[in-house]
């Protein structure tokens, strides 16, 4: 509850900081996102490493099937969530009069100093050594190494709940701040119906997700999902799945029906490759561009031929907001036709409620996770 509290205190003071603070102050409030951003972008790779190495190491049966097993479940949520948002898109759509706003947001002044604390490597870099280095340990049985991979695993826990934790509100303060000061804030209203439509979209995927896992688990489903209300509002306010992750593994560690081994082994990957939430969104959100600049709403076989193809570049998409839109640029071009408006306009609107998308991606890690565990078992 403590923590619940101070998210949402971060918000508010975030909120009211940026609607007050005088053009001269901006510069503080800069630099506490960027060097606060920084920290935590840094703490990453170590947490992907830390986490996900010593629990495939420790993994007992067929651990390649289960990787295997983890990257189809996230493909195929990702893809099922952007076929239910296509398939919404066709009816949804025509029902709204959505016009843009052509409001210009207020700028913000120059920094006028940056700190950088660059990763020592990017996450999906991370991703694979943690994967092949836990496999080889594996392998090789190696005890020294094993030992090594926990005692690094201990490591990483104490720097995230003694800096990550810690700095975290400090991030979502300054990035609302900046929100608020730029006025983008209240530019949500323009697509209010769209991105409410988004949202609800996202709690009826989370439910489908939770819902199905129970039945395969035969676990409920509430035992985990009832924990991950500080992840949902630490994603609201970093808007990255990445930064997001200490959280993340402190709320699935509370889930009284989830193994510890393998929320260290399921929530780092999936924080990396679940993007159920940002992909749904990126659906909707190019069906409403398309209607606003084109006149219509892409042809089914062409949005199929799309969401096949952003499933796997979702999975590769940098844990940094509006990562997935960043990462898929290249076929919204190419598949969807898009020309220089309709990509910046796709980039606007989905960076007006990424947060939302991250939230579901996060929240939709347990539930998989859920099912993850039940395949362990399976192995063991």
Known sequence: ??????????????????????????????????????????????????????????????????????????????????????????????LLNITPDDSVARALPAQLFTVEIPPIMNVMTALTIAVLLGLGTLWTSSDVFEKALVQFRSIVLNLVSKILIPILPFYIAANFAVLAYEGTISRLWVFLPVILIVIVMHYIWLTLLYVGASVYSGKNGWHVVRHYLPAYLTALGTMSSAATLGVALQSAHKSDVLKRETVDFSIPLFANI???????????????????????????????????????????????????????????????????????????????????????????????????????????
């Open 1 to 94: 509850m403590r923590t619940i509290l101070f998210l949402v205190g971060a918000v508010i003071v975030g909120i009211v900081v940026g609607l007050l603070i005088p053009e001269s102050l901006v510069n503080v409030v800069l630099a506490v996102r960027q060097i606060s951003g920084q920290l935590i972008f840094f703490l990453i790779p170590l947490i992907i490493i830390g986490f996900v190495a010593p629990s495939i190491s420790a993994q007992k049966g067929n651990v390649s099937r289960t990787l295997l097993i983890a990257f189809t479940l996230a493909y195929c949520s990702s893809v099922g969530a952007a076929f239910f948002s296509a398939i919404t898109a066709q009816y949804a759509i025509p």
């Open 274 to 380: 679940h993007l159920c939430g940002s992909v749904l969104t990126e659906v909707f959100f190019v069906c409403v561009v398309s209607q606003l600049l084109y006149g219509s709403i892409p042809e089914f076989s062409t949005l199929a031929l799309f969401i096949i193809l952003l499933g796997i570049f979702a999975v590769g998409a940098p844990g940094v907001p509006g990562g997935t839109v960043l990462a898929s640029l290249g076929i919204v071009i190419s598949v969807l036709q898009f020309d220089d408006a309709g990509t910046a306009m796709l980039i606007a609107i989905f960076a007006l409620q990424d947060s939302f998308g991250t939230a579901c991606n996060v929240t939709g890690d347990g539930a998989l996770s859920l099912i993850i565990d039940k395949v362990r078992s399976k192995n063991e």
